[in-house]
């Protein structure tokens, strides 16, 4: 909104520096406080991380594809998996959650924007920041390179305690640095949003939607955001403990002067296991709603599948040290937790059970979100299987540190995870962009990344049984691994095949422009009410709700459970003007400062690398660049 | 459409049975599946009951996925179907069914963990395990009178007999210094315990036959943890016994001008300030490299990782960042390089020491 300003009164009120208004054009995604424009860019932003971090697995397959592979040797290699895993968690699963929370939280509760638009925007640039800011390691000292989990005391101690393999401690506390300061911010990241999400579905929910008739993807972004906010202070304060042994040498985790390593594997995994679930709800959200669209039934069971989330947000947080069942914490500690972690299967078997439900008696479309989601509930399945035989402590001490390990969690993270992210991006994607991808190429994708996945990560349940560890850069012939590890990095060019249909299909979808109308799927909830894409202001007239599924309702009239469909005109809400400058909707204003505090961060982190003077100097300018941009998003006015 | 999840489960059935049929094959030296010893058939016994539940839930869950994924098709149908919203007896019963398949997994468990937690049995070997970035170091405790024999990466015991391994890691009960966290695992004898800085550990391993069995260390351990490798070497008890004495004896005196010359060169490289050559006068009883008393009975090398040759050993000795790069060990011991005329001595005195 630009308004035409008295001269005179211009002069009196100049501001220091003028709020941006342009919600358009390129300049207006750095100061962007709107919600769908932001999870636009933390969806790119992940998906680029995404790339990267396959472009890290198809490295370490390479290497693995044959006994004493000479591609990558031990240095480099380390690092490699260190920030395959890093990638992966931290700037491509949680921020690809994050852009579907982001784009689609207002939408599906009615409402115009988050509680706190501008704090919204900072947790994307700082989120960016932190990654720049891991990654820029390359260009320095390396990689960190102690495994994303960097257990005590090699966390301090280094691989290479003499410097004979160029490996030495100064070398080794800088990776730390990286990998210390890069998480603290990322951290920040997700607590940020965690909050803002929070009080969003708290208190901004349209008229008429209480909890219970919050899609099941609200509730599980609900959950998340509670998980987010308890788990990542305890890897928050880990993180300050290593840096400062690392770099002072405070004996935290030093067993020669009253620390203990195993601490840090606590604290690690007290974050850790929550933050599995914090990978895997969103996904679970999004199938919750993909399956009841395309079975074109209600969510079997929507109660259970609410209680089932709560549940197993609160269990996670008693299963940790089923991480730990090596380590030696004694035969009472684990039984307690083997007894934990088989029981968290439960609430998770319930939902399996309730997504089948959906599809029994359904009439099952099998576009691609819909073969995302199924894939979703048959690899999971899988993943939660070997889940529950870890839990056998004592055959989990076969099973622990082994590639029956890494078959597990990429299942539930890749298979699960993973296909419910991209079976959500079929789904939304013609709501965000407002043309539909092309669903034969949605196809190919699909099957081509399944039956890689397969390959991929099937065979690695037969290495870890029979011997191969994790973590190793090599291994010997006559182990009798070679065969699934070939199998093994096959299935994983095959993976990297179907994301290259998938950008294929991006670019050609984008090409032809089939419009996709506000509900090309003929869905249930609110967001499908508003046109593809959705104006700023989300809708002309917020939606009264009167029931779950609140879409649904009002295009099918019920009749004794049997759905009769509305003539047409119902399922339109807003009035024939269009646009919200009839309707005087104003929409929070865009701001600089977001960025501003975020760029002061990774500066300030550089900081601590250095000792005397170039510390001080890198902290005070980061500081001041933050603290500048507090006062300033603070201290600044409405545009007008 | 159709065929399509058939296909996908026939592969995933198939993947199971290769599974199942590369166990036992006595090409895999690091085979869980494949116990040689009471302590991994216990824990295997838990994995016999375990994993055919999980092939029972698998079918069943899978079976019905594809079930509904044909029966329900969209076949045009105007009107939606029934809008079900749920059925609470279903809910419950699936959520008390797997519960109680829960318990019946746990109890054997729970059990378990109990029996593999008691005290060592009153004939057990007691060996001291020590892990270092990037060997194992043992030591005997109770095999005789005398110093405990210390040795590296080659575990030899005795069969039908009980190891019982101490994972010592705390700083004030050993003079070896301690460093990361390691994990000793031989799966074919037993399931892994981890080598814990500032904490003693215990586990028990037991062999039925002679035989080696290959383990390595299963804990990140920074850049040569893939070559931190091990192996229990199981004789018959009498053959034990005639180990143990061929390792009480010292170090073998050299028996030609070339091996006199390695010998010297032992010295003068500073080897002594890191290995052990036991009954040698220069030996300071270093503990920070393996001991070499006995180092020409070894199979391999650098942790298991290479076979003992001459070529090998010349490699290693003037460059052992080039064979496993985090070894700890300086090229030439000083970094004094040395003719090839003396590495090959050297090398003679190493491959003499049996």
């Given amino acids: 909104m630009t308004a035409i300003a008295d001269p005179t009164k211009a002069v009196a009120r100049r501001p220091f520096f003028a709020r941006p208004t342009a919600t358009t054009g390129p300049w207006s995604w750095f100061t962007t406080v709107d919600h769908k424009k932001i999870g636009i860019l933390y969806g790119v932003t992940a998906f680029t991380f995404f790339i990267v971090g396959g472009l890290e697995a198809l490295l370490i397959r390479s290497q693995l594809v044959r006994p004493n592979g000479t591609i990558l040797d031990e240095n480099l290699y380390n690092q490699i998996f260190t920030m395959h895993g890093l990638t992966m968690i931290f700037f491509a699963v949680m921020p690809l959650s994050a852009a579907f929370f982001n784009y689609l939280l207002p939408l599906m509760i009615g409402a115009r924007d988050v509680a706190f638009p501008r704090l919204n925007a900072f947790s994307y640039w700082v989120f960016l920041a932190a990654g720049l800011f891991l990654y820029s390691s390359i260009l320095f000292e390396g990689m960190p390179d102690g495994g994303w989990f960097n257990y005590a005391p090699l966390n301090i101690i280094g691989p290479d305690p003499l410097s004979l393999a160029g490996a030495g401690p100064q070398i080794h506390q800088a990776r730390m640095l990286y990998y210390s300061m890069g998480l603290q911010i990322a951290g920040i990241a997700s607590l940020a949003s965690a909050v803002n999400f929070i009080v969003t579905i708290l208190n901004m929910r349209a008229p008429g ?303 032809q422009k089939v419009p996709a109308g506000n509900d090309p799927w003929d869905a249930r909830t609110v967001e499908w009410m508003t046109s593809s894409p959705p104006p700023p202001h989300n809708f002309d007239e917020v939606p009264v709700i009167t029931s779950r599924d609140e879409l649904w309702h009002r295009k099918y009239a019920g009749d004794d459970g049997e759905k009769v469909p509305v003539p047409a005109g119902a399922s339109q809400d807003h009035g024939e003007h269009g646009g919200h400058e009839g309707h005087g909707i104003h929409m929070p204003d865009p701001s600089y400062f977001p960025l501003i505090v975020a760029a002061g961060m990774p500066i300030a982190a550089y900081g601590t690398f250095y000792e005397g003077p170039g510390m001080v100097i890198l902290l005070a300018i980061g500081g001041a660049i933050t603290l500048f941009g507090i006062f300033g998003w603070v201290l600044e006015p409405t545009a007008e | 459409m159709r065929g399509r999840p058939r296909w996908g489960i026939a592969w995933l059935a198939l993947l199971l049975v290769a599974g199942c049929a590369s166990a036992g094959d006595g090409a895999l030296p690091q085979n869980a599946l494949d116990p040689a010893g009471p302590v991994a058939r216990i824990q295997d016994r838990l994995w016999d009951l375990v994993f055919p539940v999980a092939v029972v839930v698998f079918i069943l869950v899978q079976g019905l996925i594809i079930v509904a994924v044909v029966k329900f098709r969209d076949r045009g149908e105007d009107r939606p179907p029934r809008q079900i919203a749920g059925n609470t007896r279903l809910e419950v019963m699936w959520t008390i069914i797997p519960a109680l398949i829960l318990v019946g997994i746990a109890v054997p468990t729970i059990a378990t963990i109990f029996q593999l937690a008691g005290p060592p049995a009153d004939d057990a070997l007691t060996v001291r395990v020590i892990g270092k970035q990037y060997w194992w170091q043992f030591e005997y405790l109770n095999a005789g009178p005398g110093e405990p024999i210390r040795t590296a990466s080659e575990l030899h015991i005795p069969i039908d007999r009980e190891v019982f391994i101490e994972l010592e890691g705390r700083p004030g009960e050993t003079e070896d210094v301690v460093d990361v966290i390691h994990s000793f695992w031989v799966p074919r004898l037993a399931g892994k315990q981890d080598y814990v800085p500032g904490h003693i550990r215990t586990m028990r391993i037991q062999a039925d036959e002679p035989g080696t069995y290959q383990g390595q260390c299963a804990e990140f351990c920074g850049l040569s943890h893939a070559d931190m490798r091990f192996a229990v070497i199981a004789h018959e008890p009498a053959d034990f016994d005639a180990w143990l004495a061929t390792q009480r004896a010292p170090a073998g005196e050299p028996t030609s001008g070339l091996l006199r010359q390695g010998e010297q060169l032992f010295s003068q490289q500073q080897c002594f300030t890191c290995h052990t050559l036991d009954g040698h006068p220069d030996n300071a009883n270093a503990r920070t490299g393996p001991a070499l008393t006995h180092f020409a009975e070894r199979q391999k090398f650098a942790g298991y990782t290479y076979d003992r040759t001459d070529e090998n050993l010349r490699q290693w000795v003037s460059n052992p960042q080039s064979l496993k790069l985090g070894a700890q060990m300086p090229p030439y011991g000083t970094g004094v390089a040395l003719s090839d005329q003396e590495l090959d001595a050297l090398v003679a005195y190493l491959q003499s020491l049996d």
């Fill in chain 1, 209 to 511: 939607m209480t909890l219970m008739r919050m899609p099941v993807f609200v509730w599980m972004t609900f959950v998340t955001s509670f998980l987010l906010l308890f788990a990542m202070p305890v890897i928050g304060i880990a993180l300050w403990q290593l840096m400062l042994s690392v770099r002072w040498e405070v004996p935290f985790f030093d067993a020669t002067n009253g620390g203990d390593p195993v601490l840090w594997q606590h604290m690690f995994w007290l974050f850790g296991h929550p933050e599995v679930y914090i990978l895997i709800l969103p996904a679970f959200g999004i199938v919750s709603e993909i399956l009841p669209t395309f079975a074109r039934k209600p969510i079997f069971g929507y109660a259970a599948m609410v209680f089932s989330g709560i549940a197993i947000g609160f269990m996670g947080w008693g299963v940790w040290a089923h991480h730990m069942f090596t380590v030696g914490l004694g035969p009472v500690a684990n039984t307690a937790f083997a007894l934990t972690t088989m029981f968290i299967a439960v609430p998770t078997g319930v939902k399996i059970f309730n997504w089948i439900g959906t599809l029994w008696g359904g009439q099952l479309r099998f576009k691609t979100p819909m073969l995302f989601g199924i894939g979703l509930v048959a690899m999971f399945t899988i993943g939660g299987l070997s889940g529950v035989t870890h839990a056998v402590v004592p055959h989990d001490t076969q099973q622990q540190d082994t590639y029956y390990v890494v078959a597990h969690f990429h299942y539930v993270l890749f298979g699960g995870a993973i296909m419910g992210l991209f079976g959500g991006v079929y789904y939304w994607w013609p709501k965000i962009f407002g043309w539909m991808l092309d669903d034969r190429l949605g196809k190919v994708h699909f099957w081509t990344m399944l039956v890689g996945f397969n390959l991929t990560f099937g065979p690695m349940h037969i290495l870890g049984l029979n011997g191969m560890p994790r973590r190793i850069y090599r291994y010997d012939a006559g182990m009798g691994w070679d065969l699934w590890n070939l199998v093994s990095t096959v299935g994983a060019f095959l993976i990297a095949a179907s994301i290259l249909v998938f950008m294929r299909n991006v670019a050609s979808s984008r090409r």
